[in-house]
């Protein structure tokens, strides 16, 4: 069996590409840039974690087209990316408008050149309060798109593991499956050391708190 996984070398992603090679399926890593701030760091993440991985292929797409739409923290320099704040709601300065729908159409068109059965991504609880392309509804629909825009016998399944989890499940999954953690990069806002106190940092510092385990990677502050 083959997969594409959506690699972009943060925790949820990496948990998600050891899943699957654990549940027999042979990976293809899918890695996008598409101008976030720290794109090089979660490169070399991706890369490393791919060839820990053994996978049969590591495809990187440039969407740089991003960039010229605008409207996102990680995609516009004059947003700024925010440091946490406890409950704060609304719309994350983060979300890359419709980002998931570019990555889903590259994956989907990579799958069946390969002849891949599945496509991996890594959307999770906790992102679709603010991501609204990280919802389950979301998923359900581009299934429909799959299934309608492929070629006729053509089956790819859109699977969603961590859909209904939070990051310290997600992460209990990845303690399970042996993930090597510290070769991985979550942080929005620097590529070394990690800023600690962006939502990405922030979410990913409190998972490995609720397990009573240190983070492996630096921050400059914890």
Known sequence: MKAVCLLSGGMDSTTLAYLAKDMGYD?????????????????AAARKIAGLLEASEFFEVNLDY???????????????????????????????PFRNANLLAIATSLAEARGAEAIFI????????GYPDCRPAFVEAFQKAIDAGTADGTTITLRTP?????????????????VPYEHTW??????????GT????????EAFAEHGVRDPIEYGER
Request: proline residues 3%; aromatic residues 8%; negative net charge.
């Open 186 to 195: 979550s942080c929005y806002r620097s590529s070394s050391p990690a800023c």
């Open 122 to 129: 890594g959307v999770q609880a906790s992102d679709y309060a």
């Open 27 to 43: 990976v293809i890593a899918l890695h996008l840039r598409y101008g976030q701030p720290t794109e090089d760091a979660e490169y």
């Open 198 to 205: 962006c939502d990405s940092c922030h979410y990913r510092l």
């Open 66 to 96: 991003l960039l010229r739409i605008g409207g996102s923290a990680l995609t516009d320099a004059s947003v700024e990316v925010k440091d946490h704040t406890e409950g704060e709601t609304g719309m994350p300065a983060t979300y890359v």
């Open 162 to 178: 961590f859909v209904r989890m939070n990051k310290a499940e997600i992460l209990q999954v990845g303690f399970d499956l042996g």
